[in-house]
T-cell receptor
Framework: IAGITQAPTSQILAAGRRMTLRCTQD?????MYWYRQDLGLGLRLIHY???????GKGEVPDGYSVSRANTDDFPLTLASAVPSQTSVYFC?????????????FGPGTRLTVL | GQNIDQPTEMTATEGAIVQINCTYQ??????LFWYQQHAGEAPTFLSY??LDGLEEKGRFSSFLSRSKGYSYLLLKELQMKDSASYLC??????????WGAGTKLIIKP
């Protein structure tokens, strides 16, 4: 693994189903983030983690949950998917959550909820 | 509220210079980033400004004026591969990034 990976690449999901998007980084970064990107809107932060064992809510956390059991993995779970969660999801990481730390992005997961 | 404004789309000619503007109103300011995003790909880091002035990095330069809540990204000697979206993002008082919707730059031969 080099950098940050996400799985699956894309997924079509029936409304009401549960779904977990996976994110793994091998850069030993402390901070990790989940964003969604919708046409015409900027990236919006869903949840973040400043270090393993801690998580926080971003701008649009409703309907999503995360966990950070270790440094490398930061899965995002949709408990009961709804069509408004159709989006492209990006996971990102940075060395720390402090000022000036560049965020590195995974390739994204394109999710369609029908 | 927090707001980042960028033009939605710009067109420029190969070999020319283009300036992409970004204005922001955020709760606090702890730096401004520019990212490049090619269609269907992830954003990648271009530049970071935290003090007023110009930061130059090869063909790309970024300028910041904190008093005016204003930044621009300057791209010189445009190449076809520069066709992409350019995202402006500000670190707010909570150290979270607030993102603009991005500027789609179209390069014509």
């Amino acid at each position: 693994i080099a950098g940050i990976t996400q799985a699956p690449t894309s997924q079509i999901l029936a409304a009401g189903r549960r779904m977990t998007l996976r994110c793994t980084q091998d850069m030993r970064h402390n901070a990790m983030y989940w964003y969604r990107q919708d046409l015409g809107l900027g990236l919006r932060l869903i949840h973040y983690s400043n270090t393993a064992g801690t998580t926080g809510k971003g701008e649009v956390p409703d309907g999503y949950s995360v966990s950070r059991a270790n440094t490398d993995d930061f899965p995002l779970t949709l408990a009961s998917a709804v069509p408004s969660q159709t989006s492209v999801y990006f996971c990102a990481s940075s060395d720390s959550s402090g000022v000036g730390n560049e965020q590195f992005f995974g390739p994204g997961t394109r999710l369609t909820v029908l | 509220g927090q707001n980042i404004d960028q033009p939605t789309e710009m067109t420029a000619t190969e070999g020319a210079i283009v300036q992409i503007n970004c204005t922001y109103q955020t709760s606090g300011f702890n730096g401004l980033f520019w990212y490049q995003q090619h269609a269907g790909e992830a954003p990648t880091f271009l530049s970071y400004n935290v003090l007023d002035g110009l930061e130059e990095k090869g063909r790309f330069s970024s300028f910041l004026s904190r008093s005016k809540g204003y930044s621009y990204l300057l791209l010189k000697e445009l190449q076809m591969k520069d066709s992409a979206s350019y995202l402006c993002a500000v670190t707010d008082s909570n150290y979270q990034l607030i993102w603009g919707a991005g500027t789609k730059l179209i390069i014509k031969p």
